[in-house]
């Protein structure tokens, strides 16, 4: 693999075209290159993996520009990793509003949750207190024993997480596992819970193409 | 709570304006309600619960009108569950082009999902595959510990899942409940996860508000 690059040739590397790196750089977004020429620099393994980073935040994660570049911020700058944890998190969710959600469902919520000691302005905490709202308005029962069972399992995910980033060596390596991670995790998830409907339905119900 | 009412009612229990009501009518979302008078009808508490599920499919799930009433058709035509889980996953899911994704990180996806009988076109299995590969290409190593576990809590999510389609009666019942839990479980765990990485990180790394 190169490991040396001018710029057209981290633009093939990547599949990001001249313009967007520019743009990155300019934004600060990607570190700039090695200067080699009063008019060219060079780059390296780095801006392919920053550049793949960010394409992950904005493409999979739908972030904004911006927010893209708060967390990438959080990244270069030596953070606590509670904090990078905490950053990453903030511009993935959407922020809810404490008001928003009725006592009922943060009831179910803080049930499923307890002994976590999350507090009351948890983002995930709201966060789900709203989609349990949603679910009974849709005319579904709160069915604490499916929302317990969902707490569990993200509790597993979680710890699968926080495993992982400790793998890593150095702070950076650490914040950048927890910004792909938690950005990338949630669709990983999504497409693995499909599978694994889809092989539980058909397990328990049969398979309709070969009805 | 009141069960038979004036559209200008149901406007009110439902916070969706007149003209997204008669919208939903227009559209076949909505089943007409009851005619009491040349120019009036009476709505009940299943067009509450319908107008919430379209909600939740359109702003929590992202979905379009057009394939929000896709999923809806599939909820009353009385299908197999299994087809309504597939129609209700392929609505909320992107759809990946096979030759998208590399061999790698299909082996990966593979590997981690061994065992549940997924088909080579599985919609799941590629979405995942694509996250393997941006979670690559992001230079974060191929950590199939990491993806193993994932496929283990949504494994046991997928189950709560047909558990919670089979303790609801009869057909129409349980292919709402895999419509809203489709959508809304992604979301709901998305939430959860969260709640679970704040609760870990501030155990294993300390509460960066009490330094």
Known sequence: MVSIMKISELSHETGATLATIKFYLRE???HVGERS???QATYGEAHVRRIHMIRALTDVG???VAEAKRVID????DL???RAFE????AVSEHIDPESVDAEALNTVDSAIAGWGCGPEDPGRLAAA???MNFRRAGQGADSGWFARYAEAARLVAEADLDLVESRSGLAAKAETVVVGTVLGDALFAALRRSAQAASTVR?????GRK
């Open 80 to 82: 606590p990793l509670t």
């Open 87 to 90: 950053i990453a998190q903030s």
């Open 28 to 30: 600060g977004l990607l």
């Open 62 to 64: 739908g972030l904004s």
């Open 204 to 208: 328990r119900y049969g398979d309709p």
């Open 130 to 132: 709203r989609v349990v």
């Open 37 to 39: 020429a009063p008019n």
């Open 74 to 77: 959080a990244i270069d700058s």
